[in-house]
């Protein structure tokens, strides 16, 4: 056998270093493309799920009532209606094959499984607009603006109205994955629905939301505003208004709802904002207590006369109940509270210089008013609305879509 010199044996060790390391290098780069691929998702819950939340459904405990009404809460009667329903004739199956006529994915975003709507429009100068829900909501509320927004020719629309959406569900939400980890406040959301819209290809976009939505967007016009042409808003947070403005009627009327709003409807944002995981246990184990939780927000920030019922279906209200009952995401969603208080993001309190737009809905909880936007805002629109509450595209889908489409005519490429 013959002897390898020591310089001989130095270069075989390189070149298996060198091989080494490509084949780590090749092992990282096919580790990230699969980590970025965009999925498709279909709705399966297991029958063991729906099985279980029925044989839970049937023994149900009810409170006795202080009073009849709504008063202290939900309302017993209400609820048990609502229950039987839930338990003997709503049919989850059903509403999951409407859910699926929508086109859902999958992604990973810093390690996250995030689920989302991305409904295409068959116009190819569709122009992308990202939506984000809130709470207790769900993309179960873009159910109604979905076909108009991305076909608006079959709605009624022009072909220059065309949207392309992504819908997300909010890490802990839907179909997302639960954070495992603190720090997912609205400015780390924002900053993953930013890669989300590039991983898709979209380079001009704009945005909307409601609730923790239009925090969420807001955050993202601050963070991506060399790609958002627009952002349009249904919950409109301002900053102290102008001392010299002189507000209107309108503006007067909500201000005396806000003060009664802040002090007897925001004991939830405190339970969610300090102990979310306490909540959690009660709402993760009873869906009786999981609809009652979240059945009372729709009744009280809807415009319904206190009949949620005059909006909103058993079935849409149970869907989106469902929804939160079988991914167990109470705890993950209420979460959000606790991370928005907690903040771990860097404070940013620029002016947000993207064009923005507000739809100022009579029932919302936060009132709105011009004098207090456009400190905060390049606020370019904002329309009184005449009816609506807080579930604004689930509540009235009509209006909604049209400020949508008449706010974006103006931003999109080829707008005025």
């Given at each position: ?364 909880i936060i009132a709105a008013s011009r004098s207090s936007l456009e400190p905060r805002y390049n606020l370019v629109r904002l329309t009184e609305m005449p009816k609506g509450g807080h579930f604004a595209a ?21 707008g005025k």
């Amino acid at each position: 056998m013959l002897k390898r010199s020591s310089s001989t044996r130095l270069i075989l060790a390189g070149l298996l270093v060198a091989i080494g390391l490509a084949f780590a290098a090749s092992e990282s780069v096919a580790g990230q493309a699969a980590d970025e691929r965009i999925v498709p998702f279909t709705i399966k819950v297991p029958d063991a799920v729906l099985a279980d939340l029925k044989a839970r459904l049937a023994h149900p405990r009810f409170p006795p009532p202080l009073q009849d009404g709504w008063t202290h809460g939900t309302d017993v009667t209400y609820l048990k209606n609502l229950v039987t329903y839930w338990r003997d004739k709503f049919d989850w199956r059903a509403q999951e094959r409407k859910l699926n006529q929508f086109n859902h994915f999958t992604t990973t975003i810093d390690g996250l499984k995030i689920h989302f709507i991305h409904q295409k429009s068959k116009n190819p100068n569709a122009f992308p607009l990202i939506i984000t829900h809130g709470w207790p909501g769900s993309f179960v509320e873009f159910t109604k603006v979905i076909g108009p927004l991305s076909d608006p020719t079959a709605h009624g629309g022009l072909a220059s109205d065309a949207f392309d959406l992504v819908i997300p569900s909010i890490p802990g939400y839907g179909f997302s994955d639960k954070p495992t980890t603190p720090g997912y406040d609205p400015a780390r959301v924002a900053l993953m629905e930013s890669k989300l819209m590039a991983r898709l290809g979209y380079q001009r976009y704009g945005a909307q939301g409601g609730d923790w939505g239009a925090i969420i967007n807001t955050q993202l016009a601050l963070l991506d505003s060399a790609h958002m042409a627009g952002l349009h808003l249904n919950m409109c947070i301002g900053g102290a208004p102008d001392p010299g403005a002189k507000p209107t009627e309108r503006e007067l009327a909500r201000q005396k709802q806000r003060v009664v709003f802040g002090a007897e409807e925001t004991g939830y944002q405190a339970i969610q904002g300090t102990k979310p995981q306490t909540l959690g246990f009660g709402l993760n184990d009873s869906p009786v207590g999981l609809a009652a939780w979240i059945v009372e927000k729709f009744r009280t920030w809807c415009d319904c006369d206190g009949n949620p019922e005059t909006i909103f279906t058993k079935d849409e209200l149970l869907t989106n109940i469902t929804l939160y009952w079988v991914t167990e995401t109470a705890a993950s969603s209420a979460r959000l509270y606790y991370e928005s208080r907690h903040p771990t993001s860097p404070a940013n309190n620029k002016k947000i210089e993207v064009p923005t737009a507000c739809a100022d809905f009579p029932k919302e909880i936060i009132a709105a008013s011009r004098s207090s936007l456009e400190p905060r805002y390049n606020l370019v629109r904002l329309t009184e609305m005449p009816k609506g509450g807080h579930f604004a595209a689930f509540e009235q889908p009509e209006l909604f879509v049209k400020d949508v489409r008449e706010f974006f005519r103006t931003v999109r490429p080829g707008g005025k």
